[in-house]
């Protein structure tokens, strides 16, 4: 490359010869040319395969260029960088495309109307209806859950940090691994199991309940991890002021934590919101509004999702209507995700003078 | 308010670590007491057990007798909780509550013991940080965060607050080991002022510092790393440092340690 200008300089132990600063932008650009290039020569048709040709290009060429202009070391760091930059393209070119097309084929029908009615009169092939009834049952059911798991999941990570010694800790930690791994279908089966035992029709609580169970462990996990952030020194300091130890956990370690328990709690409500095993078990779907969540079958999102798919037999108007539920549901969780970030910069320790 | 402790036999354990060995010693009311000694002599672990804060380390434990005027602290039914707000602790690192206003800081051992009225806390604050000599860097920014400030005017902060609760001892573990020289100089004075009100003792590495504000000095040491520690003499502070009774204290006070 620019071999001649370096070679006019003297010579120094500490400078060696540097690629100049648009050299990894040319070298990807010359290996999306030879991508494409070679892909049109053999006729090969998919994106994906000159993608991964250049991709493969950019790596080796970075290498080869670099090791000849700067030597062996900076070719190796040049490489690492490079297959970085591989990396973080092939993770966010699938993100983008399917926030990309959720977004151009949800628009289609999302609006007011669609918001606020729900399928009661329509027929799954016909186009018109909403989600109304969707998101009722998607908020009352993850609500009630999030009710039943967050703060058993707090107290439980409490107990670890605070309290647990020896094997009950032990048993504890290692049931909440165990649960960490449950298939979602299994929560539901445990919770049907139950159902069928007392002879009940499915309702939107049993639903929460399953979800509960799938909530909880990342709960204790994420809240475990923040609590264990908090300094000792912060639990001496308190506990020296002849502050009793729930005084202490109460006003000083929690309020500590506070930001990074809620961001934990919010994105294990972020998992659940996507769950449609268990709804489809335990709550069956309603094309009706039904905001009792203790009695009658409900809607739920993802299960709404599910069912506008494959129930419809291939109508276009349910298709449509399944993209828009699905851009509502990216659209709440993150929602969530922003609330979550937002009281956690809220709540984080202070360090302004 | 300041009260004399007495401790007799007094031997603490880390789990099956038998940490300090079989010490007896008297710390006088309204005097400042040093401990000095080498590193991993028990001197922070005695000093914990002076106010039950050895037993919040897990695995710790306590033989021994320690008499706050004739009161057993490690008696049968005594409150650890109880005792901690008798015999207030600042610790080595300033460590105010990092959720929690200048103000909230020094409130707190009081609104976290629920025991006070409304009315008084702004005067038992103002009270406490003109008692650590910090009220005037302060008094104009009150609602700021206690994280703000600097090093030594955290540990003001610390002091403030430790003595906000009133407490009859004051422990001091290294308060100024990481301090300035002039952040140190202003905790000295006010070790000085302190001493008035407070039974006050201090572990220090800083000998000079121990020669400065102490009226006692105890010297602790240990035979061998991973043998207990023990106290050697305890003594006046002008005693200690000129004209020490056992020879292992003048080896170390003057250098020829190890």
């Known amino acids: ?353 | 308010m300041a009260k004399r402790i007495d401790v007799s036999g007094l031997t603490a354990y880390y789990g099956s670590h038998k940490a300090i060995d079989d010490i007896s010693m008297t710390v006088e009311p309204r005097s400042v007491t040093a401990f000095i000694g080498p590193s991993g002599c028990g001197k922070s672990t005695f000093l914990r057990t002076l106010n039950r804060m050895h037993e919040v380390t897990p695995g710790g434990r306590v033989e021994g007798k320690v008499l706050l005027d004739d009161e057993d602290l490690y008696g049968h039914g005594i409150d650890p909780v109880s005792v901690r707000r008798e015999v207030g602790m600042v610790f080595q690192r300033p460590n105010p509550f990092p959720t929690m206003s200048i103000f909230d800081n020094v409130a707190a051992g009081l609104r976290l013991n629920g025991s006070y009225k409304k009315s008084e806390l702004a005067d038992v604050v103002e009270k406490s940080l003109k008692g650590a000599n910090l009220w005037n860097e302060v008094k104009d920014r009150l609602n700021k965060p206690g994280s703000g400030l600097s090093g030594g005017q955290q540990q003001r902060l610390c002091i403030a607050r430790a003595i906000a609760v009133e407490p009859n001892v004051l422990l001091m573990d290294e308060p100024c080991s990481a301090l300035d020289p002039i952040s140190t100089l202003a905790i000295e004075d006010l070790i000085g002022e302190l001493k008035e009100r407070f039974t006050i003792v201090i572990v220090t590495h800083n000998m000079q510092q121990a020669a400065r504000v102490s009226d006692r000095t105890a010297f602790f040491n240990l035979s061998a790393v991973g043998q207990p520690g023990k106290l050697i003499e305890i003594d006046e502070t002008e005693r200690i440092f000129s004209n020490p009774s056992v020879q292992a204290t003048e080896d170390y006070i003057s250098g020829r340690f190890g």
């Open chain 1, 1 to 353: 490359m620019s071999n001649a200008v370096i070679a006019d300089k003297p010579r120094s132990t500490l400078r060696g010869a540097r690629l100049p600063k648009w050299a990894p932008y040319a070298i990807a650009a010359g290996s999306l040319a030879v991508g494409i290039g070679i892909s049109l020569a053999a006729g090969l048709h998919s994106n994906i395969q000159w993608g991964l040709i250049a991709a493969v290009l950019f790596v080796v060429g970075t290498y080869v260029i670099a090791a000849r202009v700067e030597g062996p070391r900076q070719a190796k760091d040049r490489i690492a960088t490079s297959l970085v930059w591989v990396a973080f393209l092939l993770a966010v070119i699938p993100l983008v495309s399917l926030v990309w097309s959720t977004i151009s084929r949800g628009v289609k029908v999302l609006d007011i109307y669609f918001l606020t009615h729900s399928m009661g009169l329509i027929a799954d092939s016909e186009p018109g209806g909403g989600i109304y009834h969707a998101i009722i049952g998607s908020l009352e059911q993850v609500g009630l859950a999030t009710v039943i798991a967050a703060p058993i999941g707090v107290l439980t990570a409490i107990y670890l940090v605070e309290y647990g010694r020896g094997n009950l800790a032990r048993a504890v930690t290692f049931f909440v691994d165990v649960m960490t791994g449950i298939p979602s279908i299994v929560a539901g089966l445990f919770i049907l199991s139950i159902m069928l035992m007392f002879e009940m029709q499915p309702f939107g609580f049993a639903g929460s309940m399953a979800l509960a169970i799938l909530m909880m462990p990342v709960v204790v996990r994420s809240t475990e991890e923040m609590l264990k952030l908090v300094p000792n020194e912060l639990r001496e300091a308190s506990l020296a002021l002849g502050v009793p130890k729930w005084r202490t956990i109460l006003k000083v370690v929690l309020p500590t934590s506070l930001g990074g328990i809620t961001t934990g709690i919010m994105l294990a409500v972020a998992r659940i919101a996507g769950e449609t095993a268990p709804v489809l078990l335990l709550v069956w779907g309603n094309s009706l509004i039904n905001s009792n969540p203790f009695e009658g079958a409900q809607q739920s999102l993802p299960l709404y999702i599910y069912q506008q798919y494959a129930n419809s037999a291939g109508s276009g108007a349910a298709y449509d209507r399944a993209w828009a539920a699905s851009l509502t549901l990216i659209a709440f969780v993150m929602i969530l995700n922003l609330v979550a970030r937002g009281i956690a910069r809220w709540k984080a320790p202070k360090t302004g003078r």
